[in-house]
Every structure is written in C-alpha cells, then in structure tokens.
C-alpha cells in the first residue's frame, strides 16, 4: 500500500567528490574542475555561434567563479525565494477562486509557472518552518526552541546559502530571520545568523514583527540598537493576537513598524539592482508579513474583503510585484527561478471564515501551529520561464525540508554527507516528470503532537488540534481513540475520524513515523 520507506532518494549521487568528512579533496577538485569545463565549453560554443562576444567573455568569468557543477547541471540561473508569513493556503485566487482577496502578482506567478497543492511547511511555525527550509532538515530533530538567545544552525552545517555559496552563488538575505543569533548584548556583534551561516549579505530582523526588541540589523550588527520603548497593542474587534497586535519591549528609534515590509522590499530591489547578473544569485527574502501586526499601507487599508488582513496581503502582492519588476527592469526575470511560499498557516479563525465569508486556509483544517492541515500545507509556487511549464499544478507530496536536495540535483551539486538528511528532490516534478512519491512526512505540531502522512492517510499521535486552535489538546476517554486517523482522499476537513475502526493501519503508520524520528535525531 506504501512507497518504500527507505532515503535512497534523497540526493545522493556524486558524493564521490568529497571525502569521509565532506569537504572536497585535491583530487575531488580536480575531477569537479574536469566536469565543469565541459560544461561551460558546450554553454560557450552554443553562445558563440550566435556571435556573441560579450556571452562568450562572461561565461568565462562563470567558468572560474562556479566550482562544482557538472555535466549534467542546470543553467545556473538565478534563484529568487520569496517567503510569506503566515499567508493561508487559501488566500490567493490562484489557489481558493472563492478568495476574498486579490492577489494578481501571487496569481500571476502561478499563471507561469507551477502551483504545488500538496506543499507543506516543515512546521506549523515560524522558526521550525525556517529550520527546515534552510537546512533540509525537520526541526523536531533540533531544539529550536533556543533562538531567542543562540543560533540554532551550527557552524559549517550546510544550508541552502552554503550549498549555493558553494557553487558560485551569490547569496544575500532580506528579511525575518527568526533562527536566533547568539545574543551577547545588541551593541555586540550578532554571530550565528545568516552571515555566519552561508549568506554574503544579510539586510532584516532578529525575528516577527510583534516579537521584541525591534531593530534592523546589517550583516551581523544591529544598525541602530533598541534603545527606544513600545508599549503593546492590539485591535478591538479581533482576538488578542490578531490585528495590530505587538509586544511591548525595546525598540530602535529608526524603525516604524509600518515601514518594515517596504523597507525590505527596497533594500531587495537594492541587492537586485546592484547584482551582476554575469554571477547566478540566490536571493533569499523573507517578509515578516501577513503576519501579525497587520499594518496595511493607506493605499490598501479597507481595500480587501477580508479585513485588515487583508488588506496586508494585497499589500504583500503588490510588495512581490516590485521585485518582479526588478527582475524584469534588470533583464534576469526570465532567467530566474522564482519561488514563492508561506512559512506556515494563517492566524485566522473559524468565527473570521464565518463573519468574513474568506477561508483563509481553503479546505483544510484548523490555522496556523495546529497539527491539521491548515497548520503547514501552504501554497507554493515555482516560476522559471522554459524550464517550468506555465499554468502547470503539481500534487506531489513536497515538503520545506526538499528545497535542499532539490537545488543540488537542480545544479548536478553534492551534497556534503549528513545534510539535508529529511530532504528529497523535486525536481523531477518541477520538470514535469514523474518521481518517487515522498516516502513519508512528519510534521510536529506548535505544541509537539507529532503527525505522519503516508499516502492519503494522516495519523495525529493525540486529540486536540495540537496548536492555537480550541481545544489543543484533549484527553482519551476510557475505549476511545487515543489519536486521530483520517482519509485526507475523502475528508479534506480532518472530520471523519477512522482511528479506532483501522488499528493496524495505525500501528503501520506509527512505527513509520518512529523510524524517521529515531533514526536521525541530533541531539
Ligand atoms: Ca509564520
């Protein structure tokens, strides 16, 4: 009934390259420097044949700058990851036509590239989201509950800055971090984040914007420290973490709350304009929105017909617009891979879906931490013009955790033994080719219920919602189910509840799940 369990998929050609430790060897060196040449020869005499000089000069400036590619490789076109936060999979009319909400740049992209409809988050939270995005790695495997004071990436573990770093990249990073720093006062250095873990250039925030102290930092230094004050706040009318909902604590005197989603659109438009687009870029830019405070500009304020929420979606698109007309306005929108996702579901509830009419999360159930489906599967789109079919769908089982071994079988790279170790390609689909289903995924919940999808079924190892939506947890009566089962084929809404009537459905299920947890655990 189940595709093999075993990882042989994940990308594990071309390790011959690096020795026992990873790391390439003299002669590995040389092997990669062998494979590459022929690579770059062929792009250049295909070039050259059209008489252009200029093509041939610059893809002999790649050919020095790019080790590591192979025969087999991918243009190494540009990368854009533009990350949403907190945006439900049914916010965009692209994925929900029933949206209260519009959205014509996400929709855009997906007109042109490929929509997933079973994408999921690594988590149902910011950071363990972002853990797994970066490093391929799920973050139940990590304790990432550490990142308000330490980095929760180690030093030389790879990520995806460090993979593309490697393979002639330039990397930059805009926006919310949110994967800790090691935090030794904020007139001190900030180690352990994006600069320190594989990125040139990092432009952003520690973390959400209702989470403080707010500040910006550059590279790894706070531009101005968070000598100021806010007090809290929140919006009559909403639940205490909706609206223009923030934390009190520190606050630079150089940030306005309101400006923060523009500000790192231009500091984005910035790093574009700047590039030279002879070296590939991998852009990385995380927005700290829709998630809360929702603070929509004048121009979008009232504008949706989903509230103020809303209205700083529409703002969110038109932000995403900007940085397609950069691209556009630089010559690299065609060739450049644009991906655009959410890190994790809505902050919406079912009394807003009914007082709203808008289903912020489309079908499924719940909202965002919740180990139902509203929690993690997220919309999530992939635009690369003549390498990606316009208008396509995917319903591949696709996970944060693949995007690693995705780019590196994108790009023929290696990757360096031990990582990406929860990550499986799609690029296959991406090609619109078939490919094994993902074996297994398992997600932990905000609260640490444990979930595993194995084809249409979906165990949750307990009752309750296992995040922000009531109740999070509930206790097993005396004969009945200890967890909960479902058919997501037939019951989208996780209502019908099949636990109890397939126990050994649920015991093949389960060990699964406890062989992926076991088998990889870091700490
Ligand atoms: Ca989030």
Redesign the pocket.
Known sequence: MFPDESHDTRAERGRSLTNESGAPTIGTLWESTRFRSCFLIDQITMKSSDGSMRWLLSLSCVFFAVPGLRADAADPSHIVFVLA??MGYGDAACYNPESKIETPTINQLAAEGMRFTDAH?AGP??HL??FGLMTGTYPFRRDVTVWPKKAVIREGETTLATLLRSAGYRTAMVGKW?LGFNENGYENPLTGGPVDRGFETFFGMRA?TDIPPYFYIRQDRAVTPPTDHIAANNTPGWSPIQGEFWREGGIAPDLSLPEVLPRFTEEAISVIKAHDPKTPLFLYLAFPAP?TPWLPSPEFAGRSAAGPYGDFLMMVDAEVGKVMAALDGKGMSNDTLVMFS???GPTWYEEDEKRLGHRSAGPWRGM?ADAWEAGHRIPFIARWPGKIAAGASSDETICFTDVMATFAEMLALDLPEGAGSDSYSFWPALQGKEQPPRPSLVIQSGSGLMTVRMDQWKLIDGLGSGGFSKPAKIKPEPGGPAGQLYDLSKDEAESENVYSSRPELVETLRSAMDAVVGEGRQN
């Open positions: 936060d907190d988050a939270l910011c989201s972002r949110h959400s998630h959410s890190d994790n965002k």
